[in-house]
């Protein structure tokens, strides 16, 4: 090479190495918060939101008090898509399979739906249907300060019941339609209801539950024939009342809500929310996460806070919601129709780790199934766009920008608008924590979307932190909504210190958002909320410099083995969980054994690969059993000895909320999955 082609080669070398030096941040760390104040003995010292520093913010907007005054003002923005929702064309059978209900094999019809098209209420439809709903409850005979429960999935009539029932002062009880029918009466029962939502659906279940014959019902969907023995109430018919203007008065300070945890272990609480504390959280969300006219895709449960408050900010601030179901959300549900996600295309897409987890095993099962020269496309271009756009950071209009778009062009682009529709500006992940690995996965091949981790719990009132945009942080719960405060105390018996560097312990929260505790359980409520105002979460978490959060256990999930060492069953967990062999896994340690055990749903195609044996038969083939232990070992590189799986079962079973062994945010419930298979469990333990 000529001197000159030299000296050209190091001035763009250097030139490289300056801009990189000197790239501009996707955002600035100190927009994220500060600490403020002085250490108590055992704890660290107290963590705020930026907007927060000086004093706590009470978000508002003038003239919104009450989620009646959300009804009133709901035209003031002209919005002609308000609120979206599809209607089903037909269901078509395509596959019959075995599954295990309670401890029988059954036949299951699985079906795909044909969707109609999104059909929209404007603001002012929206409304007046909310105005009719309102008055036909009235004359229906329900009165303020009575209870009526929400016992049915995700759709729009939910958010009319609830807006209506607000007007009239009517307290809401939310129960998940994916409840177990104990839990929902413990719910019903509790509250001494006068009246229950229900769907198609859920109806069915109202005897199971034994609720009793003088509580109404009241049915979103038209049926041939109603259940006899109850007062039902059609939507149909209470939506056509004629509007009157005896809307009941309400206050900021009133109760609005009284929200049923899904409950891991024991019985599900139901925790208070007040008036002005989910038009506080619905304002914060708007002014932290969102930006102007969202399009924002509804299929979370609704009894869920996080999904509530969500909407509510869209609805008061212009935007758009769009139901959807979780069966028709993705292409693999639908027929003849677009799925959900490509229907709407969102701007906004909220989820659990265990969604994404699963798209991102169907992603990679695509690309392991496509000819070899497109997996080595796939591969390079994920490589290229791991070192540049995840490694260094390079997210900004600069040099190395031309790069990441190409390879988004390449690889990545058209899958991302074939999964979730062409306008995606932001993922939000919660309920559970996020592996790095899968945070990582995701900055990758869905180009130009943040994807934001949050945390928040029912008793917060929904979210409290949230990453900020364009920040790609792994592994942290992002930072403080101005709304809280949050500290770190001690929990030595565990490690966890605030004298650790970085400080270690049990995080708690206050705000004016978080709850003031539970419905008729005085001693819980004590238990959980300090006389100060601090809630208690029972997590482990760590605090940076730069005021990030990040969740690094549970208290209640951390087994001492009898050789001393503290085992984090969610830890173990979720490295097992990002293998493609691995549906999902529960984790098992105890004070008796020095390793773990686990049970194990595995993936029906991977397992295919393996052997030719029908599911349920290869399941428990030791040859299968070999070969998984083999795959498993890809995940035990940065775990200790005692942490790895020593023994394992594979099981044919489902886990779902409906049959128990998952929360309605499709969390584990280890307990239940613990008694049901605790003869499984012992012969793990007790093999050599």
């Given at each position: 090479?000529?001197?000159?082609?030299?000296?050209?080669?190091?001035?763009?070398?250097?030139?490289?190495?300056?801009?990189?030096?000197?790239?501009?941040?996707?955002?600035?760390?100190?927009?994220?918060?500060?600490?403020?104040?002085?250490?108590?003995?055992?704890?660290?010292?107290?963590?705020?939101?930026?907007?927060?520093?000086?004093?706590?913010?009470?978000?508002?907007?003038?003239?919104?008090?009450?989620?009646?005054?959300?009804?009133?003002?709901?035209?003031?923005?002209?919005?002609?898509?308000?609120?979206?929702?599809?209607?089903?064309?037909?269901?078509?059978?395509?596959?019959t399979?075995?599954?295990?209900?309670?401890?029988?094999?059954?036949?299951?019809?699985?079906?795909?739906?044909?969707?109609?098209?999104?059909?929209?209420?404007?603001?002012?439809?929206?409304?007046?249907?909310?105005?009719?709903?309102?008055?036909?409850?009235?004359?229906?005979?329900?009165?303020?300060g009575d209870?009526?429960?929400?016992?049915?999935?995700?759709?729009?009539?939910?958010?009319?019941?609830?807006?209506?029932?607000?007007?009239?002062?009517?307290?809401?009880?939310?129960?998940?339609?994916?409840?177990?029918?104990?839990?929902?009466?413990?719910?019903?029962?509790?509250?001494?209801?006068?009246?229950?939502?229900?769907?198609?659906?859920?109806?069915?279940?109202?005897?199971?539950?034994?609720?009793?014959?003088?509580?109404?019902?009241?049915?979103?969907?038209?049926?041939?024939?109603?259940?006899?023995?109850?007062?039902?109430?059609?939507?149909?018919?209470?939506?056509?009342?004629?509007?009157?203007?005896?809307?009941?008065?309400?206050?900021?300070?009133?109760l609005?809500?009284?929200?049923?945890?899904?409950?891991?272990?024991?019985?599900?609480?139901?925790?208070?929310?007040?008036?002005?504390?989910?038009?506080?959280?619905?304002?914060?969300?708007?002014?932290?996460?969102?930006?102007?006219?969202?399009?924002?895709?509804?299929?979370?449960?609704?009894?869920?806070?996080?999904?509530?408050?969500?909407?509510?900010?869209?609805?008061?601030?212009?935007?758009?919601?769009?139901?959807?179901?979780?069966?028709?959300?993705?292409?693999?549900?639908?027929?003849d129709?677009?799925?959900?996600?490509?229907?709407?295309?969102?701007?906004?897409?909220?989820?659990?780790?265990?969604?994404?987890?699963?798209?991102?095993?169907?992603?990679?099962?695509?690309?392991?199934?496509?000819?070899?020269?497109k997996?080595?496309?796939f591969?390079?271009?994920?490589?290229?766009?791991?070192?540049?756009?995840?490694?260094?950071?390079?997210?900004?209009?600069?040099?190395?920008?031309?790069?990441?778009?190409?390879?988004?062009?390449?690889?990545?682009?058209?899958?991302?608008?074939?999964?979730?529709?062409?306008?995606?500006?932001?993922?939000?992940?919660?309920?559970?924590?996020?592996?790095?690995?899968?945070?990582?996965?995701?900055?990758?091949?869905?180009?130009g979307?943040?994807?934001?981790?949050?945390?928040?719990?029912?008793?917060?009132?929904?979210?409290?932190?949230?990453?900020p945009?364009?920040?790609?942080?792994?592994?942290?719960?992002?930072?403080?909504?101005?709304?809280?405060?949050?500290?770190?105390?001690?929990?030595?018996?565990?490690?966890?210190?605030?004298?650790?560097?970085?400080?270690?312990?049990?995080?708690?929260?206050?705000?004016?958002?978080?709850?003031?505790?539970?419905?008729?359980?005085?001693?819980?409520?004590?238990e959980?909320?300090?006389?100060?105002?601090?809630?208690?979460?029972?997590?482990?978490?760590?605090?940076?410099?730069?005021?990030?959060?990040?969740?690094i256990?549970?208290?209640?999930?951390i087994?001492?083995?009898?050789?001393?060492?503290?085992?984090?069953?969610?830890?173990?967990?979720?490295?097992?969980?990002?293998?493609r062999?691995?549906?999902?896994?529960?984790?098992?340690?105890?004070?008796?054994?020095?390793?773990?055990?686990?049970?194990?749903?595995?993936?029906?195609?991977?397992?295919?690969?393996?052997?030719?044996?029908?599911?349920?038969?290869?399941?428990?083939?030791?040859?299968?059993?070999?070969?998984?232990?083999?795959?498993?070992?890809?995940?035990?590189?940065?775990?200790?000895?005692?942490?790895?799986?020593?023994?394992?079962?594979?099981?044919?079973?489902?886990?779902?909320p409906?049959?128990?062994?998952?929360?309605?945010?499709?969390?584990?419930?280890?307990?239940?999955?613990?008694?049901?298979?605790?003869?499984?469990?012992?012969?793990?333990?007790?093999?050599?």
């Amino acid at each position: 090479m000529s001197i000159v082609g030299i000296t050209l080669l190091v001035i763009v070398l250097v030139s490289l190495i300056i801009l990189y030096h000197f790239r501009p941040n996707g955002y600035d760390p100190k927009l994220n918060g500060c600490f403020v104040g002085e250490a108590n003995s055992g704890e660290s010292r107290v963590m705020r939101g930026y907007g927060g520093i000086d004093k706590l913010v009470d978000y508002n907007i003038p003239g919104f008090e009450t989620i009646a005054d959300v009804v009133n003002g709901m035209t003031r923005r002209h919005q002609n898509k308000l609120i979206g929702y599809r209607t089903l064309i037909k269901e078509v059978p395509y596959k019959t399979i075995k599954t295990i209900t309670n401890n029988k094999e059954v036949e299951k019809v699985l079906y795909k739906y044909q969707m109609s098209d999104y059909q929209y209420f404007s603001d002012v439809e929206f409304q007046t249907l909310i105005n009719k709903l309102s008055s036909g409850i009235a004359d229906a005979g329900f009165k303020s300060g009575d209870k009526i429960a929400i016992f049915c999935e995700t759709r729009y009539e939910w958010m009319a019941m609830l807006l209506a029932c607000c007007r009239q002062g009517i307290i809401i009880v939310t129960v998940y339609a994916t409840l177990g029918d104990e839990s929902v009466g413990v719910a019903l029962k509790e509250t001494e209801v006068k009246a229950i939502v229900v769907s198609k659906e859920t109806i069915q279940r109202i005897n199971k539950i034994q609720v009793p014959n003088d509580v109404k019902l009241i049915c979103v969907d038209e049926l041939e024939e109603y259940p006899k023995e109850f007062k039902v109430f059609k939507f149909s018919e209470l939506k056509e009342s004629a509007i009157h203007s005896s809307f009941t008065p309400v206050k900021p300070n009133d109760l609005a809500l009284i929200m049923y945890t899904s409950g891991t272990s024991k019985d599900p609480k139901g925790v208070l929310v007040e008036q002005k504390q989910i038009l506080m959280l619905s304002v914060g969300y708007q002014k932290n996460i969102f930006f102007d006219q969202d399009v924002f895709i509804a299929y979370l449960p609704l009894a869920h806070i996080f999904e509530l408050c969500i909407e509510f900010a869209v609805i008061m601030h212009g935007g758009t919601v769009g139901y959807a179901n979780v069966r028709t959300l993705t292409s693999p549900g639908v027929i003849d129709c677009k799925s959900d996600l490509c229907a709407l295309e969102p701007t906004i897409l909220i989820g659990v780790p265990t969604v994404f987890n699963r798209v991102r095993k169907a992603i990679l099962e695509t690309v392991n199934k496509s000819a070899a020269s497109k997996q080595k496309i796939f591969n390079a271009c994920y490589w290229i766009k791991e070192k540049l756009y995840v490694n260094f950071n390079l997210r900004t209009p600069y040099l190395f920008v031309p790069i990441v778009k190409l390879v988004d062009a390449i690889a990545f682009r058209p899958l991302a608008i074939s999964l979730f529709g062409s306008y995606l500006k932001a993922i939000i992940i919660g309920g559970s924590a996020l592996p790095c690995e899968l945070q990582h996965f995701l900055q990758c091949v869905v180009p130009g979307v943040d994807i934001m981790q949050g945390f928040g719990m029912t008793e917060l009132c929904g979210a409290c932190s949230v990453m900020p945009h364009g920040d790609a942080t792994l592994g942290s719960i992002g930072c403080l909504f101005p709304m809280y405060e949050a500290k770190l105390r001690d929990v030595p018996e565990l490690g966890y210190l605030t004298s650790n560097n970085p400080p270690q312990g049990e995080l708690l929260f206050r705000g004016l958002p978080v709850s003031k505790g539970y419905f008729n359980r005085p001693e819980e409520s004590k238990e959980a909320f300090t006389e100060d105002g601090w809630l208690c979460t029972g997590d482990i978490a760590k605090f940076d410099e730069q005021c990030h959060i990040y969740i690094i256990d549970r208290k209640k999930n951390i087994v001492k083995q009898p050789c001393g060492e503290y085992i984090s069953l969610e830890l173990v967990e979720s490295k097992y969980s990002s293998l493609r062999i691995v549906d999902s896994i529960c984790v098992f340690a105890d004070a008796f054994h020095d390793f773990v055990v686990a049970l194990i749903l595995p993936n029906k195609n991977v397992i295919q690969e393996i052997s030719d044996k029908p599911f349920e038969e290869a399941c428990e083939d030791k040859v299968v059993i070999q070969e998984v232990k083999k795959l498993l070992k890809e995940a035990e590189s940065t775990l200790t000895e005692r942490q790895r799986v020593k023994h394992f079962a594979l099981l044919s079973d489902d886990w779902t909320p409906e049959n128990g062994m998952l929360t309605a945010a499709l969390k584990l419930k280890r307990q239940s999955i613990s008694t049901k298979y605790q003869l499984i469990i012992k012969k793990l333990f007790d093999e050599k």
